[in-house]
């Protein structure tokens, strides 16, 4: 079998950080290359500069890397950065995508491309891969638009994926990070009660992403925790499993909450068709694991 050459985008992101953390300690030794606005060492991996963004500097990219395997993680993923600049995130979530995509069906490699729950209107969960999306924010459509430009592509899958949760490899405090420092400090947290996700583990979603390259499975598959939690939900049980005490957290309407574009109330996703046709890929629950 030849050696596998990975691309992996966004690599200092929560997800691509994981990914890439798997791709290096992966016992088939792939050549890795991790592209990155900010270049980075990174034992095992080869970091590239690279702005999504900048549209006519992909196609020489990835043709002088020449993978064999895509993963394509890096976006405009912050709902309010998105909304605040449609025009880039339009840049990179979509038109990067197919601007990528086009490079990696060149080199007959395989692409993969993570979407997200978030292209569906939370009115009618859970939602399985032929389901309708509706999108109620720019992020939505632009990654919805990014999921149109690889329709009938053979070599490609869109990997939907929905709230994640876990500490990532990079040293940065993101939002659950942030949660779990405040349980421990037993710092009060007000938490959406009514505001419903199927979450994933950060490590679980990038193994099965590197799965399903391997795999040739294309179109849309969703990749979903097999718990149907609100934001409160999550909280509660990480304190539960840390043994912490819950008397801090609030629950709170996310109706309460003021914005530019509306929050869907439910946007659980169906797992069957992975369970089905790859059922060791499917994330498990959440467990102690995922907290420290």
Same mark, same amino acid.
């Given at each position: 079998m030849?050696? !596998?050459?990975?691309?992996?985008?966004?690599?200092?992101?929560?997800?691509?950080?994981?990914?890439?953390? !798997?791709?290096? +300690?992966?016992?088939?030794?792939p050549?890795?290359?991790?592209?990155?606005?900010?270049p980075?060492e990174?034992?095992?991996?080869?970091?590239?500069?690279?702005?999504?963004?900048?549209?006519?500097?992909?196609?020489?990219?990835?043709t002088?890397?020449?993978?064999?395997?895509?993963? +394509?993680?890096?976006a405009?993923? &912050?709902?309010a950065?998105?909304?605040?600049?449609?025009? =880039?995130?339009?840049?990179?979530?979509?038109?990067?995508?197919?601007?990528?995509?086009?490079?990696?069906?060149a080199?007959?490699? @395989?692409?993969?491309?993570? &979407?997200?729950?978030m292209v569906?209107?939370?009115?009618?969960?859970p939602?399985?891969?032929?389901? !309708?999306? $509706?999108?109620? &924010?720019?992020?939505? *459509?632009?990654?919805?638009?990014?999921?149109?430009?690889?329709?009938?592509?053979?070599?490609?899958?869109?990997? @939907?994926?929905?709230?994640?949760?876990?500490?990532? =490899?990079?040293?940065r405090?993101?939002?659950?990070?942030?949660?779990?420092?405040?349980? +421990?400090?037993?710092?009060?947290? $007000?938490?959406?009660?009514?505001?419903?996700?199927?979450?994933?583990?950060? *490590?679980?979603?990038?193994?099965?992403?590197?799965?399903?390259? *391997?795999?040739?499975?294309?179109?849309?598959? +969703?990749?979903?925790?097999?718990? $149907?939690?609100s @934001?409160?939900?999550?909280?509660?049980r990480?304190?539960?499993?840390?043994?912490?005490?819950?008397?801090?957290?609030?629950?709170?309407?996310?109706?309460?909450?003021?914005?530019?574009?509306? $929050?869907?109330?439910?946007?659980?996703?169906?797992?069957?068709?992975?369970?089905?046709?790859?059922?060791?890929?499917t994330?498990?629950?959440? *467990?102690?694991?995922?907290?420290?």
């Amino acid at each position: 079998m030849p050696a !596998e050459t990975w691309l992996l985008t966004g690599a200092t992101g929560q997800l691509g950080g994981w990914a890439l953390h !798997e791709l290096c +300690h992966d016992p088939a030794r792939p050549r890795v290359f991790a592209l990155a606005r900010q270049p980075a060492e990174r034992a095992g991996a080869t970091v590239v500069a690279c702005d999504l963004a900048q549209l006519d500097t992909l196609r020489p990219l990835v043709t002088d890397l020449r993978p064999t395997h895509a993963l +394509h993680l890096g976006a405009v993923t &912050s709902v309010a950065d998105a909304f605040a600049d449609p025009a =880039r995130a339009q840049r990179v979530n979509a038109d990067a995508t197919a601007e990528l995509a086009a490079a990696v069906r060149a080199c007959g490699a @395989r692409f993969v491309y993570a &979407s997200t729950d978030m292209v569906f209107d939370g009115d009618h969960a859970p939602y399985a891969e032929g389901d !309708e999306p $509706r999108p109620l &924010s720019v992020y939505g *459509r632009t990654k919805l638009a990014g999921e149109r430009a690889l329709a009938g592509s053979p070599h490609a899958l869109t990997v @939907r994926i929905p709230l994640m949760y876990g500490l990532p =490899r990079h040293p940065r405090r993101t939002t659950f990070a942030q949660q779990l420092d405040a349980l +421990h400090a037993a710092t009060p947290l $007000r938490l959406f009660h009514d505001e419903f996700r199927t979450p994933v583990w950060l *490590r679980d979603a990038a193994r099965a992403l590197i799965g399903l390259a *391997r795999s040739d499975l294309a179109g849309v598959i +969703h990749l979903a925790g097999p718990q $149907r939690l609100s @934001r409160l939900d999550l909280i509660a049980r990480a304190a539960t499993l840390l043994g912490l005490p819950t008397s801090g957290l609030t629950a709170v309407s996310r109706l309460s909450v003021g914005g530019d574009e509306p $929050r869907p109330a439910d946007l659980s996703l169906d797992g069957a068709r992975l369970a089905q046709v790859m059922p060791a890929l499917t994330p498990g629950p959440l *467990r102690i694991d995922a907290l420290r």
